[in-house]
Nanobody, 129 residues
Framework: LALVESGGGLVQPGGSLRLSCTAS????????VGWFRQAPGKEREPVSC????????????FYADSLKGRFTTGRDNAENMVYLQIDDLRPEDTAVYYC???????????????????WGQGTQVTVAS
């Protein structure tokens, strides 16, 4: 499974972006997919996770406590893609955003980055006026 992020860019504070994580080599349906971000000089931090699809649903979603409300993750099954919608962007959201997949189908926060075995190359998000 290979992952490619896209959708980053330069945005003014208060704006929105929708990042995409597109997979090739396998269907993302039953993978858990997480989003992480890494700001300059800081450690990579988790943003969100969506479990593998459950029945007819796209899976359960989880968010870092500090980011709840402005970040939304979901699936576009037709495009074999998981997205991250970011609203009300703030300068502190400036970072490289990465997606990662896990064949476990579950979001195991206790495992951190170790549960993921495929990573994208990242997409830069810069929030500035």
């Amino acid at each position: 499974l290979a992952l490619v992020e896209s959708g980053g860019g330069l945005v003014q504070p208060g704006g929105s972006l929708r990042l995409s994580c597109t997979a090739s080599g396998d269907s993302l349906d039953f993978y858990a997919v997480g989003w992480f971000r890494q700001a300059p000089g800081k450690e990579r931090e988790p943003v969100s996770c969506i479990t593998g699809r459950i029945g007819d649903t796209d899976g359960n979603t989880f968010y870092a406590d500090s980011l709840k409300g402005r970040f939304t993750t979901g699936r576009d099954n037709a495009e074999n893609m998981v997205y991250l919608q970011i609203d009300d962007l703030r300068p502190e959201d400036t970072a490289v955003y990465y997606c990662a997949s896990s064949p476990t189908s579950l979001c195991l926060a206790s495992k951190g980055t170790q549960m993921y075995d495929s990573w994208g190359q990242g997409t830069q998000v810069t929030v500035a006026s």
